[in-house]
């Protein structure tokens, strides 16, 4: 289930990893900042715990240190550094014995079915459709972004992690699966069924008063 | 019920096959343009450079299925899935969901929706960008210093310990320095073997292998020590 990279970035990463293991901190420091933003990104939509979230986005980049040997570029570098993150994170989550919603079920099929005509009629008047064509774009995207944040963070992790890393770390739905170890006809699965679902709830329990607060 | 399903009359009527499902064979030559497993970034490639194409597989695919004005009305709207491919850049193959999509302001909306939330989601400056904090990659780097220096500590007393030991032994043999009448050396020398004798056994009687054994047990226990003492001083 693992993506080989293209040859350049193999190079590249080879590169890397072999200055890292031989000890180079700049490069180590550097192969930091390149995947903070994937591992932050995973940990924070997994981990509430904003005490614990960022020790253990060090601890997964400690754990990328003592195991950079071992890695045998079979996968991408950050598909690899993405899996540890996420069971490192997962790991956190049953220590402390976290309540972990995974894969709840979004309910409804609403993502699925054809929409009837009075349905999309109440899309229509909704505070997204409204707010969508108001003037004060500015304001209101911030808003609107919020709004969706809230919204995002009601998604089970795994729907929020998807989502994340399709749209914030451009990820395809291969290395997704390979991060989350789950088979990319899912991966799609859930993408789709938690966008749906997002912009349900958006059309939903939003009023106007709310973007326009 | 899903877009697919069989018994969905909404599907059989936009998608006579389903949306993503090949068209029965009709006899003759199969023709690729009408080839539903061929929607795939390759064709789609086909289709921008040359926009005519499109008006073509329309054309066949009323041909082949003919369609007729009733599968255009507005009633029926594309799924959610569609909805989400369109919104992503995808293309249209379908001539029904085509010429739906053109004259139904209901889809058209969702549509765009669909495009301002992925807009939204794409936008790195209203994402939710919990970052870590500009001095992350300092603080990873002090704590593999940190277990670097751990290790080293671990490491290194094996060689001083062996230097000091070995120093130790040759300093009390070659010295005599003395201690009740015989030197320490000879002290220690009768001390063990009355001590190995009481235990069973004479020192002559240990073969060499049996010593380096006891040597290396001694230098693992103490290795051993130091690697625990390292451990708890990292937590």
């Keep these: 289930m693992t993506e080989p990279s293209s040859p350049d970035t193999t190079a590249a990463e080879r590169a890397l990893v072999a200055r890292c293991i031989a000890g180079d901190e700049a490069a180590f420091s550097k192969l930091v900042a390149t995947y903070q933003r994937l591992v932050g990104h995973i940990v924070f939509k997994l981990v509430k715990d904003e005490q614990a979230r960022e020790e253990l986005c060090q601890d997964i980049f400690v754990k ?19 899996r540890i993150a996420y069971h490192q994170s997962l790991n956190f989550l049953k220590r402390k014995k976290a309540p972990v919603v995974l894969y709840e079920d979004l309910g409804g099929g609403e993502g699925d079915d054809r929409r009837s005509g009075e349905e999309t009629a109440a899309a229509l008047a909704s505070p997204l459709a409204a707010a969508v064509a108001q003037p004060d774009q500015e304001l209101q995207r911030t808003q609107l972004a919020g709004l969706l944040q809230r919204e995002i963070d009601h998604l089970p992790e795994v729907f929020r992690t998807i989502l994340t890393l399709y749209h914030h770390q451009d990820l395809s739905y291969k290395e997704i699966g390979d991060i989350l170890q789950l088979p990319e006809g899912t991966v799609k699965s859930y993408l789709f069924r938690a966008r ?18 | 019920m899903s877009p697919t399903d069989p018994n969905d009359p909404n599907t059989e009527r936009l998608h006579p096959q389903g949306p993503h499902e090949r068209p029965p064979e009709t006899g003759g030559e199969p023709n690729p343009l009408l080839d539903a497993e061929r929607t795939d970034p390759e064709l789609e490639a086909l289709l921008r450079d040359d926009p ?52 139904c302001h209901t889809c058209q909306t969702s549509l765009q929706q669909y495009r301002d939330l992925f807009e939204l989601l794409n936008d790195p400056t209203t994402a939710d960008e919990e970052q870590l904090p500009t001095q992350f990659g300092a603080a990873v780097l002090s704590k593999v210093r940190k277990i670097r220096r751990a290790e080293r500590r671990r490491r290194s007393p094996i060689i001083p310990v062996t230097a000091v030991l070995v120093a130790l032994a040759s300093a009390v043999g070659y010295l005599g320095i003395a201690a009740g009448g015989a030197t320490v050396w000879e002290v220690l020398e009768r001390g063990s073997t009355d001590l190995a004798t009481r235990l069973g056994w004479t020192l002559s ?13 001694v230098y693992f226990l103490i290795d051993l020590l130091i690697q625990r003492q390292t451990e708890k001083a990292r937590k």
């Excluded at chain 1, 749906?196 to 607060?213: D, G, S, V």
């Excluded at chain 2, 499109?54 to 569609?82: C, V």
């Excluded at chain 2, 009687?205 to 047990?217: C, D, K, N, R």
């Design chain 2, 205 to 217: 009687s240990m073969p060499t292998g049996l010593w380096a054994a006891v040597v290396l047990a």
């Design chain 2, 52 to 103: 005519h194409l499109l008006d073509e597989i329309a054309k066949l695919q009323k041909l082949e299925f003919g369609y007729d004005d009733k599968i255009l009305q507005h009633d029926l709207h594309l799924t959610e899935d569609e909805l989400q491919h369109l919104a992503e850049g995808g293309l249209v193959h379908d001539l029904s969901v085509r010429e739906h999509l053109k004259s």
């Design chain 1, 196 to 213: 749906a679902k997002l912009r349900e709830r958006l059309l939903k329990h939003h009023t106007q008063e709310e973007i326009y607060r």
């Design chain 1, 64 to 82: 990328v240190y003592r195991n950079l040997g071992t890695f045998r570029f079979e996968s991408k570098l950050s598909t690899w550094i993405g």
